[in-house]
């Protein structure tokens, strides 16, 4: 799987097993901000181990808002790096308004 990074770039993401994915986290990421993998941290405990915002912050010290807060700026930061351009995304995707219309 491949993403493409704001100088539209892309990024192949790979298909086996997580570090190699945690590297190209690294690499074209977080880098060695311990503020941002503090947050990555909490996304995955909240996504991918289920576990609830309470239960996050107490693991951390913080807040349930507070982690909530966090775990929306990492996305929100990832979204801005690894999606597409607005352009390039909208003419890849059929539900577009237009793509296939008589207008």
Do not use: Y
Not at 12 to 38: N, Y
Not at 56 to 71: D, L, M, P, S
């Amino acid at each position: 799987m491949t993403v493409m990074n704001r100088q539209a770039q892309r990024v192949v993401l790979p298909k086996i097993g997580p570090e190699p994915f945690w590297e190209t986290i690294h690499q074209h990421f977080a880098g060695s901000d311990p503020h941002v993998w503090k947050c990555l941290a909490m996304l995955a405990l909240r996504e991918d181990c289920g576990w609830q915002l309470d239960q996050i912050g107490w693991a951390f010290g913080h807040t349930k808002g507070h982690v909530q807060r966090c775990i929306n700026q990492v996305k929100e930061r990832m979204r801005q790096k690894f999606d597409p351009p607005r352009n390039k995304r909208d003419r890849c995707n059929p539900l577009h308004e237009g793509v296939g219309s008589s207008q």
